[in-house]
């Protein structure tokens, strides 16, 4: 298991709130997990370590609506804006 910095990761996301960074990154896990079909790669690996890996890479990022601090953590969707 690789392991993230949160702080490095807000930057890559444009984002210096941890709380809702990790409110995004456990939101993206749980959508991953309740898709129908959906099998990891690697026996070892765990759906929040995908979704770490997606925001690292950058494949899956914060919407602007999301980055404010109008919505709430809770608020963010479980279907994170995945660019392709």
């Known amino acids: ?3 993230y910095d949160l702080d ?8 210096d709130n941890k709380y809702l960074l990790t409110a ?5 896990a749980r ?6 079909g959906r099998t990891l790669e690697e026996d070892n690996e ?15 990022r914060l919407s ?10 809770a608020a963010v969707s479980s279907d994170a804006h995945v660019e392709e």
Not at 8 to 15: A, D, F, N, V, W
Not at 24 to 28: G, K, P, S, T
């Open 31 to 36: 959508s991953l997990s309740e898709q129908k």
């Open 1 to 3: 298991m690789k392991f």
């Open 24 to 28: 995004a990154v456990a939101a993206r």
């Open 46 to 60: 765990k759906f929040i370590s995908t979704a770490l890996q997606e925001f690292d890479l950058g494949i899956v």
């Open 8 to 15: 490095s990761l807000g930057e890559k996301q444009g984002l």
């Open 64 to 73: 602007s609506d999301e980055r404010t601090g109008e919505a709430a953590p």
